[in-house]
């Protein structure tokens, strides 16, 4: 079945600076690669996704890359703020199960 | 219009409990997932509901169980807890069971067991 694993687990980075967390899939039927944010206290809540005939997409300070060769996905953020603080789960979907990663802690520090 | 309401957003049992968790989907979701969520190990998958019909069911013992009401409501349950169960369980609702949808998640049970 599938499996999804994301990297780094934790990320700290300065106010400003631009912030990437790195998945791999190995289900080469994926098609569809979703990025959820989840604030302290809250359940996760979809920021951006990519669909596999799409190699890149942005939306203002995020951007998602995908690799489908490779079997590997990206989320971008620049000009991190303290806002973007939080956990980001990556996933990855053929038309059976929608598998999430690992989780990343993103701690943007002023 | 209203998200996805989990209650209770707290619970505490002790060892050999049963326990029963609810979810209210977005009006007009058909489809509710229920996801545990546990440090390091991230979503894990229990089970997806549509339409009072399970389509999908995760890696987990038979002591997990699930149910969908004929208004799209959703319940699970837990029995015979281990202190392994201890987690935050979401569930999430879409308006088609697509896995290329996006889903709309609850704030989350925390249950504790003791």
């Known amino acids: 079945g599938e499996n999804v694993e994301q990297h780094p687990s934790t990320l700290s980075v300065q106010e400003g600076d631009s912030a990437v967390i790195k998945c791999t899939y190995s289900?080469?039927?994926?098609?569809?690669f979703p990025w959820y944010k989840q604030e302290l206290g809250k359940g996760p809540q979809l920021i951006i996704d990519i669909r596999s005939n799409v190699g890149e997409k942005k939306d203002q300070r995020i951007a998602v890359t995908l690799n489908k060769t490779a079997k590997h996905f990206s989320l971008h953020i620049t000009e991190t703020q303290p806002e973007d603080s939080a956990v980001y789960f990556c996933?990855?979907?053929?038309?059976?199960?929608?598998?999430f990663g690992t989780g990343t802690r993103l701690q943007v520090f002023p | 219009k209203a998200g996805v309401t989990q209650t209770p957003r707290y619970l505490i049992k002790t060892r050999g409990q049963q326990v029963t968790l609810s979810c209210s989907p977005i009006?007009?979701?058909?489809?509710v997932s229920w996801y545990q969520q546990t440090p390091g190990q991230g979503l894990q998958f229990l089970f997806e509901?549509?339409?009072?019909?399970?389509?999908n069911k995760g890696n987990f013992p038979g002591r997990f169980s699930g149910r969908q009401f004929s208004n799209s409501r959703s319940e699970m349950n837990v029995s015979t807890l281990e202190l392994g169960d201890s987690a935050l369980y979401l569930c999430?609702?879409?308006?088609?069971?697509?896995?290329?949808?996006?889903?709309?998640f609850g704030s989350g049970t925390q249950l504790s067991v003791l």
């Open positions: 009006s007009g979701h058909r489809s």
């Open positions: 289900d080469s039927a994926s098609n569809y």
């Open positions: 999430a609702s879409s308006i088609t069971a697509k896995t290329n949808e996006k889903l709309f």
């Open positions: 509901y549509f339409s009072e019909t399970q389509r």
């Open positions: 996933a990855a979907s053929n038309t059976d199960k929608l598998i």
